[in-house]
């Protein structure tokens, strides 16, 4: 990995003292985000790999990043705006911009667009996700160990793909544990409502959950209930654990450094390629950190060597026989989901207790 | 030292035309000394702000996107106050007329009739209309006030738009993401030139302005609900109705606040999602009272506000301002314009308190 | 001006040596201006102790401006005044009560909720208990006599105004301003009234009486200051001055006659009938209408009497159509023979009907429109409207039609109706009003705050239509005035109607007796006062 860095930012000097005259010697980044860069959180853990983005090209990109916009036609125009101010790679960073995300990168067809969590890609638009599942599913695994009512509790934002195979893996991990584990999910429909947030997870625990899951959630809301409430609890995203110091069973962290800076040399070097990028552990997105002291070193063993297969693709989380809600089973032993499947999910797997959201 | 207002008999018509420019100065100074404060770079903030709306052909035509459904809403609720119906759930009405008005291209996912936009503007205006008249009935029938019953049904407008679109509205090939499909272009009002976003739904707001003039000037029906708001006892004395103008008032903020959510859906937006309102139900208020609740007036605030917000959105993106900055700024212009323009109507006066009296008498 | 200035100068020299007055209260040169008209220009005035002196002059002669800067509320531009010879200058009205003035005004400043001694409380340190015993002793002293624990909104308009002046008297009084205190009063309770104030004047008190009934004040007051547009127009001695020179005085030039040619007419029409109209007033202060039986006939002046307050209000606007009870019978109200009772005021103004409402800023007309706007209220129907659409032309013609025809003195068809004085606004609604041509014309107060010379133009123009046939009601605190016009009177009292009395064959204190017979509790207050503590 760092080589390459190495040789691109090389390709990238070379390109500079080749074009001297020209402004294109430093790349314009604009970047647009749904909500406050917070000390955690979503746009937080977007920022930081644009940070790593910016400390590999130093002054060969100057990046311009407006934080806190609603979706709607003003985001549209913002993101027009960044255009014509000359940003020639834009990262959009909600779903909630794709449609007018995708029509301006098509009518720039030299410019290069990533966007969070969207399904639609054109040319020069690649949607990008993290395969949140993989570490849902070790976190699964601690979580089975630590529950002693075996049941586990997700305060989760919209019933989109991203998030309920999220939902899948966690259930699935645990139930590699012990099959009697169930979860309970309660939608809130928001990325960012604590008051929503923290009186679900209390209904969670009402409800005799001891491990919850903040699934998505750009609050730390969720994770002092934990603490508060005396139940281990993990989100994603990025670290939380200074709000629940005791009780924090760790993170599913999302570290968009090493795409971010792929893309941004893909796109200098003019070979940028529309597609959807869905990353996981395999590709250093996925980072499971954090680890709570109170997982039993055995078990702790277990998570490393699951870990380690799901890396190097013995091993997918997605696996048959997998069996839905209704008790059906979707995928036989020997088969495993396809990737479409899993982008398009639409179905909880057996041993989540609550309906998806129709 | 306690002072009060007093009104000035003859307000200078001279200052009255001062007053916009004045309070732009005022603002400019306090920001730009904020903005020394924040390390940001004051002339780029106020070119954004001022001269960066106007400077190219596509700035212009956002100005005037935003510019239309202000200018529908505030021309709607300024009729009201007029009448003291203090409607202040446009924003309701506006997504009630936004999701009436999606119906048609939900259920008619592929129809190209030429029909579906008058049909969505029908829907959109009823829908406002309805949702208008739940206040006008609630405060006609049982007195209920009309401040908090426009107010609360914004927000359950809300929880309905957030329903549908989790639920039987949801665009079917869109993953569960809270959306509707995008929709079909005999569904979206045609732009004006190519390349823009402004469409034809410019001249909705137009045509309405012209309406609400010749309403509140030319009309005895706009003098009734005038004579409503200025003198209510002088109203039922005359014999015009107080419930009708409760009901005139709503229903034609209710009409107009359905077809702004219509043209946002119809417009720029293109589909039916959780934010389609922008906020102008909120902002039409303001806007009401920066045009001094005049038809013309207000054609000038509503102008004057897109300026600002576009000027704004530009002032995030070029001059690299924080959006708090950026309202602060918003919200200074708009102070200091109440301010001057209270202080060219009004003038400070110290009111006598006990202490200086006792001093004053010698017995 | 001249006598004035001599009387000064006299005063200057016996003020501290006289034992029976000297100059208690003394202007010289006060002018104050507003930024249309001069309120008050140059006035100079003296008050003696145990003097009671009349300030007359009709409205907007500057009397009230003159009163609020005695009483500190208002601060002259220039002059000076003096206080027991030693220059003050008083800054606001408390300031002006630690010296020893008081000040009742037309509108009581009374919590109708609160008992009389919780109301004094108010103001005024000391216990309760301590503050009943000296409303007591003050009462029987001035026979100012009132139940202290009374509440207040039980007690009648006469008893309020005795609240008013004990709470001047609970200090150390030595000045009263009173502000039209008569117009409130039935005429049995004046003379109660002025013998309270002739005691208070003999034990050394000096009264400021503001009026403009100018018989109360040759009757009651031993000096008179009369004011005519903000300055001096005199002063005199009015038990020595005859009322026609006092008239003559206050408005500058004789007073017109009123004239009416009666002809006498047989087999008029009903325009107006009220059958056993009962109105609940959901308002718990609000009196309740009972029982009413009233009508009027083409070619009469019929009048209400009453003192203020007891159902009036009402009764105008159930008739006006204001106020439709949903109880109301079908045949309560009958105009010009139809059913009327669920007409709206513009159905019964289609009809015939008009109606002048006391109120004439804010109900018959709105302030801040134009005369040319508020013809518009109720004159919409006079072709002005073209589809709803309001034909300019038309409409200034309409106004600028009334102003010619009624003498409204004003800024043309453009003023604004709160522009006009008092008298001037009266007689554009009432111009409007009739020029709907109305067969039956309703008109409360007709010259409430009216001057003389509008008043005058106003009442001639009532007999005018009377003698033309028209049915003509008027409701009138104002004894004097339905003396002066009606036919026929009844009289209000409590939310009921006296039998229909022939105003030739009557007395002002026939109707005063009405005014306050079951209902009033004046007389039966020392009895019960006396339970009471």
Same mark, same amino acid.
């Given at each position: 990995?760092?080589?390459?860095?190495?040789?691109?930012?090389?390709?990238?000097?070379?390109?500079?003292?080749?074009?001297?005259?020209?402004?294109?010697?430093?790349?314009?980044?604009?970047?647009?985000?749904?909500?406050?860069?917070?000390?955690?959180?979503?746009?937080?853990?977007?920022?930081?790999?644009?940070?790593?983005?910016?400390?590999?090209?130093?002054?060969?990109?100057?990046?311009?990043?407006?934080?806190?916009?609603?979706?709607?036609?003003?985001?549209?125009?913002?993101?027009?705006?960044?255009?014509?101010?000359?940003?020639?790679?834009?990262?959009?960073?909600?779903?909630?911009?794709?449609?007018?995300?995708?029509?301006?990168?098509?009518?720039?067809?030299?410019?290069?667009?990533?966007?969070?969590?969207?399904?639609?890609?054109?040319?020069?638009?690649?949607?990008?996700?993290?395969?949140?599942?993989?570490?849902?599913?070790?976190?699964?695994?601690?979580?089975?160990?630590?529950?002693?009512?075996?049941?586990?509790?997700?305060?989760?934002?919209?019933?989109?793909?991203?998030?309920?195979?999220?939902?899948?893996?966690?259930?699935?991990?645990?139930?590699?544990?012990?099959?009697?584990?169930?979860?309970?999910?309660?939608?809130?429909?928001?990325?960012?409502?604590?008051?929503?947030?923290?009186?679900?997870?209390?209904a969670l625990l009402a409800g005799g959950a001891d491990v919850l899951f903040s699934n998505a959630q750009d609050t730390p809301s969720v994770v002092t209930v934990g603490e508060e409430g005396g139940a281990y609890v993990f989100n994603l995203n990025s670290s939380m654990k200074e709000y629940a110091p005791t009780k924090y069973l760790g993170v599913v962290k999302t570290d968009w450094?090493?795409?971010?800076?792929?893309?941004?040399?893909?796109?200098?070097?003019?070979?940028?390629?529309?597609?959807?990028?869905?990353?996981?552990?395999?590709?250093?997105?996925?980072?499971?950190?954090?680890?709570?002291?109170?997982?039993?070193?055995?078990?702790?063993?277990?998570?490393?060597?699951?870990?380690?297969?799901?890396?190097?693709?013995?091993?997918?989380?997605?696996?048959?026989?997998?069996?839905?809600?209704?008790?059906?089973?979707?995928?036989?032993?020997?088969?495993?989901?396809?990737?479409?499947?899993?982008?398009?999910?639409?179905?909880?797997?057996?041993?989540?207790?609550?309906?998806?959201?129709? | 030292?306690?002072?009060?207002?007093?009104?000035?008999?003859?307000?200078?018509?001279?200052?009255?035309?001062?007053?916009?420019?004045?309070?732009?100065?005022?603002?400019?100074?306090?920001?730009?000394?904020?903005?020394?404060?924040?390390?940001?770079?004051?002339?780029?903030?106020?070119?954004?702000?001022?001269?960066?709306?106007?400077?190219?052909?596509?700035?212009?035509?956002?100005?005037?996107?935003?510019?239309?459904?202000?200018?529908?809403?505030?021309?709607?609720?300024?009729?009201?106050?007029?009448?003291?119906?203090?409607?202040?759930?446009?924003?309701?009405?506006?997504?009630?007329?936004?999701?009436?008005?999606?119906?048609?291209?939900?259920?008619?996912?592929?129809?190209?009739?030429?029909?579906?936009?008058?049909?969505?503007?029908?829907?959109?205006?009823?829908?406002?209309?309805?949702?208008?008249?739940?206040?006008?009935?609630?405060?006609?029938?049982?007195?209920?006030?009309?401040?908090?019953?426009?107010?609360?049904?914004?927000?359950?407008?809300?929880?309905?738009?957030?329903?549908?679109?989790?639920?039987?509205?949801?665009?079917?090939?869109?993953?569960?993401?809270?959306?509707?499909?995008?929709?079909?272009?005999?569904?979206?009002?045609?732009?004006?030139?190519?390349?823009?976003?402004?469409?034809?739904?410019?001249?909705?707001?137009?045509?309405?302005?012209?309406?609400?003039?010749?309403?509140?000037?030319?009309?005895?029906?706009?003098?009734?609900?005038?004579?409503?708001?200025?003198?209510?006892?002088?109203?039922?004395?005359?014999?015009?109705?107080?419930?009708?103008?409760?009901?005139?008032?709503?229903?034609?903020?209710?009409?107009?606040?359905?077809?702004?959510?219509?043209?946002?859906?119809?417009?720029?937006?293109?589909?039916?999602?959780?934010?389609?309102?922008?906020?102008?139900?909120?902002?039409?208020?303001?806007?009401?009272?920066?045009?001094?609740?005049?038809?013309?007036?207000?054609?000038?605030?509503?102008?004057?506000?897109?300026?600002?917000?576009?000027?704004?959105?530009?002032?995030?993106?070029?001059?690299?301002?924080?959006?708090?900055?950026?309202?602060?700024?918003?919200?200074?212009?708009?102070?200091?314009?109440?301010?001057?323009?209270?202080?060219?109507?009004?003038?400070?006066?110290?009111?006598?308190?006990?202490?200086?009296?006792?001093?004053?008498?010698?017995? | 001006?001249?006598?004035?200035?001599?009387?000064?100068?006299?005063?200057?020299?016996?003020?501290?040596?006289?034992?029976?007055?000297?100059?208690?209260?003394?202007?010289?040169?006060?002018?104050?201006?507003?930024?249309?008209?001069?309120?008050?220009?140059?006035?100079?005035?003296?008050?003696?102790?145990?003097?009671?002196?009349?300030?007359?002059?009709?409205?907007?002669?500057?009397?009230?401006?003159?009163?609020?800067?005695?009483?500190?509320?208002?601060?002259?531009?220039?002059?000076?005044?003096?206080?027991?010879?030693?220059?003050?200058?008083?800054?606001?009205?408390?300031?002006?009560?630690?010296?020893?003035?008081?000040?009742?005004?037309?509108?009581?400043?009374?919590?109708?909720?609160?008992?009389?001694?919780?109301?004094?409380?108010?103001?005024?340190?000391?216990?309760?208990?301590?503050?009943?015993?000296?409303?007591?002793?003050?009462?029987?002293?001035?026979?100012?006599?009132?139940?202290?624990?009374?509440?207040?909104?039980?007690?009648?308009?006469?008893?309020?105004?005795?609240?008013?002046?004990?709470?001047?008297?609970?200090?150390?009084?030595?000045?009263?301003?009173?502000?039209?205190?008569?117009?409130?009063?039935?005429?049995?309770?004046?003379?109660?009234?002025?013998?309270?104030?002739?005691?208070?004047?003999?034990?050394?008190?000096?009264?400021?009486?503001?009026?403009?009934?100018?018989?109360?004040?040759?009757?009651?007051?031993?000096?008179?200051?009369?004011?005519?547009?903000?300055?001096?127009?005199?002063?005199?001695?009015?038990?020595?001055?005859?009322?026609?020179?006092?008239?003559?005085?206050?408005?500058?030039?004789?007073?017109?006659?009123?004239?009416?040619?009666?002809?006498?007419?047989?087999?008029?029409?009903?325009?107006?009938?009220?059958?056993?109209?009962?109105?609940?007033?959901?308002?718990?202060?609000?009196?309740?209408?009972?029982?009413?039986?009233?009508? !009027?006939?083409?070619?009469?002046?019929?009048?209400?009497?009453?003192?203020?307050?007891?159902?009036?209000?009402?009764?105008?606007?159930?008739?006006?159509?204001?106020?439709?009870?949903?109880?109301?019978?079908?045949?309560?109200?009958?105009?010009?023979?139809?059913?009327?009772?669920?007409?709206?005021?513009?159905?019964?103004?289609?009809?015939?009907?008009?109606?002048?409402?006391?109120?004439?800023?804010?109900?018959?007309?709105?302030?801040?429109?134009?005369?040319?706007?508020?013809?518009?209220?109720?004159?919409?129907?006079?072709?002005?409207?073209?589809?709803?659409?309001?034909?300019?032309?038309?409409?200034?013609?309409?106004?600028?039609?009334?102003?010619?025809?009624?003498?409204?003195?004003?800024?043309?068809?453009?003023?604004?109706?709160?522009?006009?004085?008092?008298?001037?606004?009266?007689?554009?609604?009432?111009?409007?009003?009739?020029?709907?041509?109305?067969?039956?014309?309703?008109?409360?107060?007709?010259?409430?705050?009216?001057?003389?010379?509008?008043?005058?133009?106003?009442?001639?123009?009532?007999?005018?239509?009377?003698?033309?046939?028209?049915?003509?009601?008027?409701?009138?605190?104002?004894?004097?005035?339905?003396?002066?016009?009606?036919?026929?009177?009844?009289?209000?009292?409590?939310?009921?109607?006296?039998?229909?009395?022939?105003?030739?064959?009557?007395?002002?204190?026939? !109707?005063?007796?009405?005014?306050?017979?079951?209902?009033?509790?004046?007389?039966?207050?020392?009895?019960?006062?006396?339970?009471?503590?």
């Amino acid at each position: 990995m760092k080589t390459m860095s190495k040789l691109l930012t090389a390709a990238a000097l070379t390109g500079a003292l080749i074009s001297t005259t020209t402004q294109a010697d430093t790349l314009d980044i604009g970047v647009l985000l749904p909500s406050p860069i917070a000390d955690v959180g979503w746009s937080h853990a977007l920022n930081e790999g644009i940070n790593a983005v910016k400390e590999k090209y130093g002054d060969g990109v100057t990046v311009n990043v407006v934080e806190n916009i609603q979706e709607g036609p003003d985001a549209d125009r913002i993101m027009n705006k960044m255009v014509g101010d000359g940003n020639d790679f834009l990262l959009l960073g909600s779903f909630g911009y794709m449609n007018g995300g995708l029509k301006l990168a098509k009518r720039n067809p030299q410019k290069s667009f990533i966007h969070a969590s969207g399904y639609k890609t054109a040319a020069n638009f690649s949607p990008f996700t993290a395969k949140y599942y993989e570490g849902a599913y070790l976190m699964g695994m601690a979580a089975a160990e630590l529950t002693k009512t075996k049941k586990l509790g997700v305060v989760s934002a919209f019933a989109i793909p991203e998030l309920i195979s999220t939902i899948n893996g966690f259930t699935l991990g645990a139930r590699s544990i012990d099959p009697e584990i169930t979860v309970d999910v309660i939608w809130i429909n928001s990325w960012f409502d604590p008051a929503k947030a923290q009186d679900s997870a209390k209904a969670l625990l009402a409800g005799g959950a001891d491990v919850l899951f903040s699934n998505a959630q750009d609050t730390p809301s969720v994770v002092t209930v934990g603490e508060e409430g005396g139940a281990y609890v993990f989100n994603l995203n990025s670290s939380m654990k200074e709000y629940a110091p005791t009780k924090y069973l760790g993170v599913v962290k999302t570290d968009w450094a090493p795409f971010f800076v792929a893309s941004v040399d893909a796109h200098l070097a003019g070979n940028f390629e529309g597609q959807n990028q869905w990353l996981g552990m395999t590709d250093d997105v996925v980072v499971v950190e954090d680890w709570s002291d109170d997982i039993s070193a055995d078990m702790k063993a277990k998570i490393a060597a699951v870990q380690a297969d799901i890396v190097s693709g013995a091993r997918h989380v997605y696996d048959g026989p997998l069996v839905n809600q209704a008790g059906e089973e979707v995928i036989a032993a020997g088969t495993r989901l396809e990737d479409g499947a899993i982008l398009g999910i639409d179905w909880h797997v057996e041993g989540v207790n609550s309906p998806l959201p129709k | 030292m306690v002072f009060k207002l007093v009104k000035r008999e003859h307000a200078s018509q001279w200052m009255l035309l001062v007053t916009p420019l004045l309070a732009v100065l005022l603002s400019i100074v306090v920001s730009s000394l904020l903005l020394v404060i924040l390390g940001k770079p004051v002339l780029l903030t106020m070119h954004s702000f001022f001269i960066a709306p106007f400077e190219n052909f596509y700035s212009i035509t956002e100005v005037f996107l935003k510019f239309g459904p202000l200018l529908l809403i505030a021309q709607a609720l300024a009729v009201g106050f007029r009448a003291k119906v203090w409607n202040i759930g446009a924003e309701g009405q506006m997504i009630i007329g936004a999701i009436c008005a999606s119906a048609v291209p939900v259920y008619f996912v592929d129809s190209t009739s030429g029909w579906m936009l008058p049909a969505m503007a029908l829907l959109g205006a009823i829908g406002g209309m309805a949702w208008a008249g739940i206040a006008a009935f609630l405060k006609t029938r049982f007195n209920a006030n009309e401040i908090l019953v426009t107010l609360m049904l914004s927000a359950i407008a809300l929880q309905l738009l957030y329903y549908l679109l989790l639920g039987p509205w949801k665009d079917p090939m869109g993953f569960n993401f809270p959306q509707t499909v995008m929709f079909q272009d005999e569904a979206l009002f045609a732009p004006l030139f190519s390349g823009v976003r402004l469409n034809t739904s410019i001249f909705i707001p137009i045509a309405f302005t012209i309406a609400v003039w010749l309403l509140m000037e030319k009309h005895f029906a706009g003098f009734k609900l005038e004579v409503g708001g200025q003198a209510p006892d002088a109203a039922t004395y005359a014999g015009f109705s107080a419930k009708k103008a409760v009901w005139v008032s709503l229903l034609l903020a209710g009409f107009a606040a359905g077809i702004a959510g219509m043209s946002e859906v119809a417009g720029p937006i293109g589909q039916l999602q959780r934010s389609v309102t922008s906020g102008y139900g909120y902002a039409g208020i303001i806007v009401a009272y920066l045009g001094a609740l005049h038809p013309i007036g207000i054609v000038f605030a509503a102008f004057f506000l897109a300026v600002l917000q576009i000027g704004g959105d530009v002032a995030l993106v070029s001059a690299d301002l924080p959006i708090s900055a950026v309202q602060v700024f918003q919200g200074l212009l708009l102070i200091f314009y109440l301010s001057v323009y209270t202080l060219v109507n009004y003038r400070l006066q110290p009111a006598r308190t006990e202490k200086t009296a006792s001093q004053g008498v010698s017995s | 001006m001249l006598r004035v200035s001599n009387l000064q100068h006299a005063n200057a020299v016996i003020k501290p040596l006289s034992k029976h007055t000297h100059t208690l209260l003394s202007l010289r040169d006060i002018t104050k201006r507003y930024p249309s008209v001069v309120a008050n220009d140059s006035i100079n005035l003296d008050v003696h102790n145990g003097s009671i002196h009349a300030v007359l002059g009709e409205n907007g002669a500057g009397k009230s401006t003159l009163m609020k800067l005695v009483y500190g509320m208002v601060e002259a531009d220039s002059g000076t005044m003096h206080w027991d010879g030693e220059l003050v200058q008083l800054k606001n009205s408390a300031a002006a009560r630690k010296l020893g003035i008081g000040m009742v005004f037309q509108h009581f400043s009374l919590f109708e909720t609160l008992s009389v001694v919780e109301n004094i409380s108010l103001t005024m340190p000391g216990s309760r208990t301590e503050l009943a015993e000296k409303i007591k002793t003050i009462g029987e002293r001035y026979q100012l006599v009132v139940n202290p624990n009374a509440s207040v909104h039980a007690l009648s308009v006469g008893e309020r105004q005795r609240v008013e002046i004990i709470r001047c008297l609970m200090q150390d009084l030595k000045l009263l301003i009173l502000d039209e205190p008569t117009s409130v009063l039935p005429p049995q309770h004046i003379q109660s009234l002025f013998d309270a104030l002739r005691k208070l004047r003999d034990s050394g008190v000096a009264i400021l009486f503001i009026s403009h009934k100018l018989d109360e004040i040759r009757d009651l007051c031993d000096t008179a200051t009369i004011l005519r547009d903000g300055r001096v127009a005199g002063t005199v001695n009015p038990k020595e001055t005859t009322t026609k020179e006092l008239a003559t005085l206050m408005i500058g030039r004789e007073v017109p006659h009123i004239q009416s040619q009666r002809d006498t007419v047989q087999a008029a029409n009903t325009v107006l009938r009220l059958n056993k109209l009962s109105a609940k007033n959901p308002d718990p202060f609000g009196t309740s209408l009972s029982d009413i039986d009233l009508h !009027v006939k083409q070619h009469e002046i019929v009048g209400i009497a009453g003192v203020s307050g007891n159902g009036q209000q009402e009764l105008s606007r159930i008739i006006s159509g204001e106020w439709r009870p949903k109880t109301l019978s079908p045949d309560a109200i009958e105009m010009f023979g139809q059913r009327v009772s669920n007409m709206d005021p513009t159905q019964r103004r289609n009809l015939g009907f008009s109606f002048v409402p006391e109120e004439r800023l804010g109900r018959g007309a709105v302030p801040p429109m134009s005369l040319n706007r508020n013809a518009l209220l109720t004159a919409f129907s006079q072709g002005i409207l073209n589809r709803g659409f309001i034909r300019k032309k038309k409409l200034s013609d309409f106004t600028d039609r009334c102003i010619a025809d009624f003498d409204v003195r004003c800024g043309g068809n453009n003023a604004i109706a709160s522009s006009l004085s008092g008298g001037n606004l009266q007689k554009y609604i009432i111009g409007r009003e009739l020029m709907l041509k109305p067969n039956l014309l309703f008109v409360a107060q007709p010259t409430w705050g009216v001057d003389i010379g509008a008043a005058t133009a106003i009442r001639q123009r009532l007999l005018d239509l009377r003698d033309q046939g028209i049915g003509v009601l008027i409701i009138s605190e104002e004894i004097e005035e339905l003396f002066e016009v009606t036919d026929r009177l009844y009289v209000i009292n409590g939310g009921k109607l006296s039998p229909s009395l022939v105003t030739a064959d009557v007395t002002p204190n026939d !109707v005063g007796e009405y005014m306050i017979a079951t209902h009033s509790t004046d007389s039966a207050q020392p009895e019960a006062h006396a339970h009471g503590v």
